[in-house]
């Protein structure tokens, strides 16, 4: 009689806890899954994100003669058509990586672009460490350097140092032998000048 009492109450208790228990395998069960999940699951940034120029995408798949890439974000770009063994340019570059270092903030606002006229890759780093310049350079003969938007290779029968500046839009806004000279009044014209198209 015992077993015959003892097995409806046994029932009867297993019914009540089963739920209890089944709703709590669930949601153990649930915060494994969401554990597991959890490394994978990728954390979208708000910010505003602005999509690269034809110009720019240029610049990343450039096989560059130098470890430095450009700032892709940068708002202008001068291309220095330049060589070690030139008189000229020799005397210009020390401007150009003083300009970078402060004024230009290291290719944050504006990025410089070395097209080095050397007789091989390796030339290329060379120049650049011989006045400490911290931008990037590529190698006149590159054949990657014919897709930068803004840059014409004809430039460079003009004779060298040549400076080409152009927004991050590939608009030249200025270019020739002496177009460093001035290059924050170009610059600030061409803000000028979209400031006031905004309005």
Same mark, same amino acid.
């Given at each position: #009689?015992?077993?015959? $009492? ?15 228990? +089944? ?5 153990? +069960? ?30 990343? @798949?450039? /096989?560059?003669? $130098?470890?430095?890439? !450009? /700032?892709? #974000? ?9 060589? +070690?063994? *030139?008189?000229?340019?020799? #005397? ?14 290291? @290719? ?6 070395? $097209? ?6 390796? @030339?290329? !780093? ?14 006149? +003969? ?18 060298? !140092?040549?400076?080409?500046? *152009?927004?991050? /839009? ?30």
């Amino acid at each position: #009689r015992a077993k015959r $009492t003892c097995y409806p109450a046994v029932m009867n208790m297993f019914t009540r806890i089963f739920p209890v228990l +089944s709703a709590a395998a669930a949601l153990l +069960s649930g915060i494994a899954v969401a554990q597991d999940s959890a490394p994978a699951t990728k954390i979208v940034p708000t910010g505003k994100t602005t999509a690269l120029t034809a110009m720019q995408q240029a610049f990343e @798949g450039t /096989n560059w003669a $130098t470890d430095k890439k !450009p /700032n892709l #974000r940068a708002k202008y770009y001068i291309y220095l058509i330049s060589a +070690s063994w *030139c008189g000229p340019c020799q #005397r210009l570059m020390p401007g150009i990586v003083e300009a970078y270092k402060n004024d230009m903030k290291e @290719g944050k606002l504006v990025e410089v672009i070395l $097209t080095a006229c050397e007789q091989t890759m390796d @030339g290329v !780093p060379a120049y650049l460490a011989k006045y400490n310049a911290g931008f990037p350079g590529i190698h006149v +003969s590159a054949p990657d350097g014919a897709r930068f938007v803004g840059f014409d290779k004809n430039d460079m029968k003009k004779g060298i !140092p040549f400076v080409v500046i *152009c927004d991050n /839009n590939g608009k030249v806004l200025d270019k020739g032998h002496g177009a460093f000279s001035s290059w924050k009044e170009t610059i600030k014209k061409d803000l000028e000048a979209k400031k006031a198209a905004k309005k």
